[in-house]
């Protein structure tokens, strides 16, 4: 990834005609006051008259802190993932309505995401029987999770709906306890629910991925991609901070890169990189224990690899350490997270 791609939390690189466009007609369609949605956050209504009109992370957590506070139920997230594919337009609703599966669906969602939900970093693991889709925060912003959370699954599974014209056939492990508005979660996005798991996964078995659409169509497929691509090439920002430390943490995990050692690699000082990672409103060190996580989860899940193992590949000076910091990262030991799995 090339450094001047990163996105900054200042950086003007979110496409207001998307989700603040949608918040701001939803509140005008409920009667709700604009000016208490838009207040402090430097977008002004006259904005949405711009065609190419971007803001930025922080001008984006300030308006979703406001739509929350100010949305009188607590299905805000739901509503607005309903309205995600009709809302788009363009290649990217081309280049999903045109899918043959939802694996090719997904895969292309991936790859394009930031164009339309740049607050998502995604990773997908594989099994024999299953696909793991894992869903994590690329601009930080940990106080907004479940919100942004809520919006991305509802959205996948209201596009789900869309195009295969069958239910919602897939598990949801969430990563906060099960909250008060759960009739909100069994009404859009079903009952196959994990609460209080250590991250956001994804999980579909590998005959619900491959099951075909019925709009299916190569070329038009083809066509979205290729102009998509271009577009997203030429973007001026392609990911955020929080997402490219995570993601080079993750890519060199053996080698427990410190915050000085991804300074450098990111060309900053270690006092500006740990300033920018607090305007997202995170530390190095909470990324550095979600990459870590991560692996861990992984080594467990699809390798079934020890304690030992793992502490050695992320490490720990003992087993005894590792078992430490998964407890402290989970709230359980690796020994209650495997039984778990196998119940």
């Excluded at 838009?38 to 406001?66: M, R, T, W, Y």
């Excluded at 099994?127 to 959205?155: C, K, N, W, Y």
């Excluded at 577009?231 to 993601?247: E, F, H, S, V």
Aim: hydrophobic letters at 40%; aromatic letters at 10%.
């Amino acid at each position: 990834m090339k450094l001047t791609a990163i996105a900054y939390a200042d950086d003007k690189c979110i496409d207001s005609q998307l989700l603040v466009a949608n918040l701001v007609a939803l509140f005008r369609l409920r009667g709700l006051s604009t000016a208490s949605l838009l207040a402090g956050s430097a977008i002004f209504e006259q904005d949405f008259c711009q065609a190419e009109h971007k803001i930025s992370p922080l001008q984006l957590a300030k308006l979703v802190s406001n739509a929350i506070k100010s949305w009188p139920t607590d299905d805000l997230a739901f509503i607005l993932g309903q309205q995600w594919l009709p809302a788009q337009s363009g290649q990217l609703s081309q280049g999903l309505l045109c899918s043959e599966d939802l694996d090719q669906a997904q895969r292309f969602w991936q790859r394009y995401h930031w164009l339309v939900q740049p607050w998502l970093q995604i990773s997908r693991w594989q099994t024999a029987e299953q696909q793991h889709l894992l869903l994590q925060q690329d601009l930080g912003m940990p106080q907004l999770q479940r919100f942004f959370i809520e919006l991305s699954l509802s959205s996948l599974v209201s596009s789900y709906k869309r195009l295969s014209r069958c239910r919602w056939q897939g598990q949801f492990s969430l990563p906060y306890s099960a909250p008060s508005n759960i009739d909100q979660y069994y009404k859009y996005l079903g009952d196959e629910l994990k609460f209080n798991q250590p991250i956001c996964v994804v999980s579909v078995n590998q005959s619900t991925l491959k099951q075909a659409f019925e709009l299916h169509n190569s070329q038009g497929f083809l066509q979205a991609q290729r102009q998509l691509r271009r577009q997203y090439l030429n973007a001026d920002r392609r990911i955020g901070l929080p997402a490219t430390i995570r993601a080079l943490l993750l890519r060199q995990i053996h080698a427990n890169l410190s915050l000085p050692d991804v300074a450098q690699q990111l060309c900053l000082s270690p006092a500006t990189l740990k300033r920018r990672l607090k305007a997202f409103s995170i530390s190095f060190q909470q990324l550095q224990d979600e990459a870590k996580l991560q692996h861990a989860i992984y080594l467990i899940v699809i390798n079934g690899d020890s304690n030992l193992h793992i502490a050695k590949q992320l490490k720990f000076a003992d087993s005894n350490n590792f078992r430490r910091s998964f407890k402290r990262w989970t709230g359980q030991l690796p020994s209650q997270f495997r039984y778990w799995l196998s119940n």
